[in-house]
Structure formats: structure tokens, C-alpha cells
């Protein structure tokens, strides 16, 4: 018989989600009248900007016609829509990048798993903690590392555990590390970095000779100024940090697929030898190898994301789940529980009240108030004590569920 890849045998539990998934439904199958509100899985509720949904259709209608049709594009995407991601989402911040550098993507949750295909095994890899599960449960897939601890750490991963006594901000690690993940505005914490504290990761990664793997996809919700928006930001980035990005929560393309990754030409990593070799150059091997490049229809879509017509409607859609987060977090903090984010990221990170684990958290607030969130420790160990809520969400139902939780834990 075919041998399987036993590393998938260490993870210790299903993917976070659809264990909340198979709860939700067992508790609606035995309920059918109860009125779920669901605050849990950072899935848009929105629909697309105007301008956006033109593009998509206009795509779509160019399929239709032999001298506008278009099939095979190119894997790292089409140059029309790279050149308007230079442009509008990093020139604005000071941050000059050639187009070789910029690969669209269907998303980054699948980028930030797939960019393991060209890191050596022997790399070690610091992980927050808690942290978005598919970069932990990646590294296991791939045969990083070995087998669980009583704590849910996995042997040969540097765990960088990020709590209230911190400020959720991962403290540089003494030892060297090759690979190091972070991602602001952070999720699930909504917790953001200033340009001095990423500055001082854009030291440690250059002295050590180590690679930032960014993890951006919430940019656009920062509201507060002087906070980067890019790693780009800092001197030196280019060096040692490649970049992700999506349109999933930006511009509500969850269902739609669309991402990017940034490799810099200046990045460079090792061979076995010794030798230098260029990253960029790798994942444009990967790619062009991996992948057939996002869908024409979808890529037009994406372009419209920052047309003169289009950015202002996806600004109007950022503002909405961002109220959202304002009403979740001012409502909550009244009822005197201590809530965290939600200022430049769609997530409120709240303490779990009387002590509870995050996991009867969740079963309470499911059965006595009809709301899902997400328990923290699914986030890892030090996420124990902890409840995300999402504010992607439709304002009546984020008020109605900010009200029951109220009345159930209020002072």
C-alpha cells in the first residue's frame, strides 16, 4: 500500500473552523428556532463594491468575444493589474517595488502555506502564540517538526507566546531563528506594531540572517496614523521579509479569491553549499510550476479594488465592519469585560468571563445567547482565557448579539 504522510498524523485536533462549524450545527439541528448569530469566523457578509462587480462582469462578458477572450494568463499575474498594486497600495507609502516582485495569488491563506515550499526543513520557525492556526499546523504537514507537548508546542518550532502581560507583542528571541512569522494588524489579537517595534524584528532578521515571513492582510483597516501599513516601510525590509496580502477582507473577495505575495529581488537565502540564492527567484519557479494564475475575470475585478471609482466604496464597506468593531468592543467593555482590538483590525480579542475556558466560553454563549465566536485556544496555548469575536458581521445582528451578552454578563 501507498505510505501517507504520517506528519499529518501529529496534528492534534481538526482545523479550528470546522470544529466550530460541527458544534454550531449540532446545537441548530437540536435547536431549529434558535436565532444564531454568527461572530466567529472572520467571513465577509457585504457584497461587493459597484465599481468591483462592473469589472467582474465586464471579465466575464470579455470571455464571451474572440478578440477580448482570454485563457492561459500569466502565473504571476496579469502586469496591468501588478502595475495598479504598486501604484495605489504601496507608492502611497513610500514603498517602490518592480513588478517582478509582485505575484497575485488565490489568497493568502494559501500563500502563507505554499511559501514553505522553498524553505529548507532544517530553517527553525518562530511562531506566535496565539497565532492564525495555518502557519502552526503548515509547518507540522510539511515534516518540520516533531510530535505535540502537553502544552499543544510542537518539538522544533520556537513558540513566541504573546499575552495581556506583554501587550500581545512576541518578544525578540535570544536564540537565532530563520524563519520568523508576523502578522499585523494581528489576528487574532487586533493587536498592531509601530514602526519602531518592527524595526527592531528588521534588525534581528538582518543580523541573523533570517526571513520575516508578513503577514498583511488587514492593512486596510488600521485607522490610527503614524501605524505601517507594509514592513516595506522599514529600511532594510526588502532584504529579509517577504510580504502577503489579500483582497479577501479588504474587499470582501473571500469567495472570490484573490491575493499577493511580494518577494524583493534584494532577498536572498543559502544553498546547502553556502551559496546565495535568490527567493524571488524560487517562488517564481514554484509558482509558474504550482499554479495557472488567478482567473481573468477575477484579476479585473481586483484592479477596479483601487480604481478613482472603486477604492471609495471599498472605504464605505471598511468603515461599516469597523463601526462594527466599535459597537462590539465599547458594548462589552460597559459590561465590564476587557476587550482587546478592534481599533485598526475587524477583531475584538476579549478575556473569557469568571475564569471560564475559552472552549465553555463558547459552549455557553452559543446555548444561553445564540452567538458564535471563536474560543482562543484554538489560536494556541496562550490563547487559553481568550474569545475572538468578528466584526464581519450585519450591523443589527452585531447589535442584537453585543445586547444578549450583555444581559447575560453584564454588571
Keep these: 500500500m501507498a505510505r501517507i504522510n504520517d506528519s499529518y498524523l501529529k496534528l492534534q485536533a481538526g482545523y479550528l473552523f470546522p470544529e466550530i462549524g460541527r458544534r454550531v450545527k449540532a446545537f441548530s439541528d437540536a435547536n431549529p428556532a434558535a436565532d444564531i448569530i454568527r461572530l466567529g469566523i472572520g467571513d465577509v457578509t457585504r457584497p461587493l463594491a459597484p465599481a468591483v462587480l462592473k469589472a467582474f462582469h465586464q471579465g466575464v462578458d470579455d470571455l464571451a468575444q474572440s478578440d477580448t477572450f482570454h485563457g492561459y494568463g500569466p502565473e504571476q499575474g496579469y502586469e496591468w493589474l501588478t502595475e495598479v498594486i504598486i501604484d495605489k497600495a504601496y507608492a502611497p507609502l513610500g514603498v517602490d517595488l518592480k513588478p517582478s516582485e509582485v505575484f497575485v495569488s488565490d489568497g493568502s491563506k494559501c500563500d502563507c502555506a505554499n511559501i514553505l515550499d522553498i524553505f529548507d526543513l532544517g530553517n527553525k520557525v518562530a511562531i506566535c502564540d496565539p497565532v492564525y492556526p495555518v502557519y502552526n499546523d503548515t509547518n507540522v504537514m510539511v515534516g518540520r517538526t516533531g510530535e505535540a507537548d502537553e502544552h499543544g508546542y510542537y518539538a522544533g518550532i520556537h513558540y513566541m507566546p504573546c499575552t495581556k502581560e506583554n501587550h500581545f507583542t512576541p518578544e525578540i528571541p535570544t536564540e537565532k531563528v530563520d524563519v520568523i512569522y508576523l502578522c499585523y494588524p494581528n489576528n487574532p489579537t487586533g493587536t498592531v506594531a509601530t514602526k519602531a517595534g518592527l524595526k527592531k524584528w528588521v534588525d534581528y532578521a538582518r543580523n541573523n540572517g533570517s526571513v520575516i515571513l508578513f503577514d498583511a492582510a488587514y492593512e486596510a483597516f488600521i485607522t490610527e496614523a503614524g501605524i505601517p501599513h507594509s514592513i516595506y516601510e522599514i529600511d532594510g525590509a526588502k532584504e529579509c521579509a517577504i510580504e502577503f496580502r489579500s483582497f479577501s477582507k479588504t474587499a470582501g473577495f473571500t469567495g472570490v479569491r484573490c491575493g499577493l ?8 537565502g543559502t544553498t546547502a553549499a553556502g551559496d546565495p540564492y535568490s527567493f524571488n527567484k524560487l517562488w517564481n519557479r514554484r509558482t509558474t510550476t504550482k499554479f495557472n494564475g488567478v482567473s481573468y475575470p477575477v484579476q479585473k475585478a481586483a484592479a477596479a479594488v483601487y480604481s478613482d471609482e472603486g477604492w471609495p466604496q471599498v472605504e464605505e464597506t471598511i468603515k ?9 468592543r465599547e458594548g462589552l467593555t460597559a459590561a465590564g469585560i476587557n476587550c482587546y482590538g478592534g481599533v485598526n483590525a475587524p477583531y475584538i480579542w476579549l478575556e473569557t ?3 471560564m475556558s475559552s472552549w465553555d466560553f463558547f ?4 446555548k444561553e445567547c445564540h452567538v458564535v465566536g471563536t474560543p482562543g485556544s484554538g489560536f494556541g496555548p496562550s490563547g487559553e482565557g481568550y474569545f475572538r469575536l468578528s466584526a464581519f458581521g450585519d450591523r443589527n445582528n452585531v447589535e442584537t448579539a453585543v445586547e444578549r451578552i450583555r444581559k447575560k454578563w453584564g454588571r
Design 320 to 328: 461599516y465592519y469597523m463601526a462594527n468593531a466599535g459597537i462590539i
Design 261 to 268: 505575495v511580494i518577494v524583493p529581488e534584494a532577498l536572498m
Design 353 to 355: 468571563p469568571a475564569g
Design 363 to 366: 459552549d455557553k454563549l452559543l
